[in-house]
């Protein structure tokens, strides 16, 4: 066994697994809109003093080196996990055969995955056959500006829930579906919500999910 700990994100309130620093299906709206991404500038020059390395790259490294080394037993315990909280979690076959082997030995842990490898479409019919078909996986499709109608009724026929940020206007409306429901975390800046939240990303049926842009 193998001695890890999950590593916490106080602003979810949820315990989470990254992997390496890949994102192979990002688009030019990642680089402005990705949560992720903004908060890896952000902290970048934050110094360990011992070392003086960056934090942030010191849990990037760490993160890459785990990735293929997390087991099932890893999650015991946990009601809910965030799969990928920054970078794709989905850049390969053996990604997708290493999350359901948790998804799968963990029955009883919710496990929160946001992608945009529905963007491929071999890759798509992998996570919808082998990840979305179980019941504890909670997998949203990331979206942004430069998604198409098409492709967002695509994502629907296929019974993807999605997640999509356009914007700091409070009042804009999701440019897909009036009715998505409003990140109570980001709208509304509670911090933790994650940990309890039942109506948006951890709903047990489709859904859209509308996050508001914050620095």
Same mark, same amino acid.
């Given at each position: 066994?193998?001695?890890?700990?999950?590593? +916490?994100?106080?602003?979810?309130?949820?315990?989470?697994? /990254?992997?390496?620093?890949?994102?192979?299906?990002?688009?030019?709206? *990642?680089?402005?809109?990705?949560?992720?991404? /903004?908060?890896?500038?952000?902290?970048?020059h934050t110094k360990n003093r011992v070392n003086g390395r960056s934090y942030m790259a010191e849990a990037i490294q760490r993160d890459a080196a785990r990735?293929?080394?997390?087991?099932?037993?890893?999650?015991?315990?946990?009601?809910?996990?965030?799969?990928?909280?920054?970078?794709?979690?989905? /850049?390969?076959?053996?990604?997708?055969? !290493?999350?359901?082997?948790?998804?799968?030995? *963990?029955?009883? $842990?919710?496990?929160?995955? %946001?992608?945009?490898?529905?963007?491929?479409? $071999?890759? +798509?019919?992998?996570? !919808?056959?082998?990840?979305?078909?179980?019941?504890?996986?909670?997998?949203?499709?990331?979206?942004? +500006?430069?998604?198409?109608?098409? !492709?967002?009724?695509?994502? %629907?026929?296929?019974?993807?829930?999605?997640?999509?940020?356009? $914007?700091?206007?409070?009042?804009?409306?999701?440019?897909? /579906?009036? !009715?998505?429901?409003?990140?109570?975390?980001?709208?509304?800046?509670?911090?933790?919500?994650?940990? $309890? *939240?039942?109506?948006?990303?951890?709903?047990?049926?489709?859904?859209?999910?509308?996050?508001?842009?914050?620095?």
């Amino acid at each position: 066994m193998v001695p890890f700990t999950l590593p +916490r994100c106080r602003a979810l309130g949820l315990h989470v697994v /990254n992997p390496g620093p890949v994102c192979k299906w990002a688009n030019s709206a *990642c680089s402005r809109f990705c949560y992720a991404r /903004n908060s890896v500038r952000r902290w970048r020059h934050t110094k360990n003093r011992v070392n003086g390395r960056s934090y942030m790259a010191e849990a990037i490294q760490r993160d890459a080196a785990r990735w293929m080394l997390w087991a099932p037993y890893h999650f015991s315990g946990y009601s809910r996990v965030r799969v990928a909280s920054r970078f794709e979690p989905f /850049n390969t076959r053996e990604d997708i055969e !290493q999350v359901r082997s948790w998804v799968v030995g *963990c029955p009883n $842990t919710l496990f929160w995955i %946001v992608t945009r490898s529905w963007i491929d479409p $071999t890759i +798509r019919a992998l996570v !919808q056959d082998r990840i979305m078909v179980e019941p504890n996986a909670r997998v949203l499709g990331s979206i942004d +500006r430069l998604t198409t109608q098409d !492709q967002y009724d695509g994502l %629907v026929a296929d019974g993807w829930s999605t997640m999509g940020v356009w $914007t700091r206007r409070r009042d804009a409306a999701h440019p897909f /579906n009036p !009715q998505a429901i409003k990140c109570q975390k980001t709208f509304d800046r509670v911090k933790g919500a994650c940990k $309890t *939240c039942s109506r948006g990303c951890f709903a047990d049926k489709r859904t859209d999910v509308h996050l508001l842009l914050h620095s």
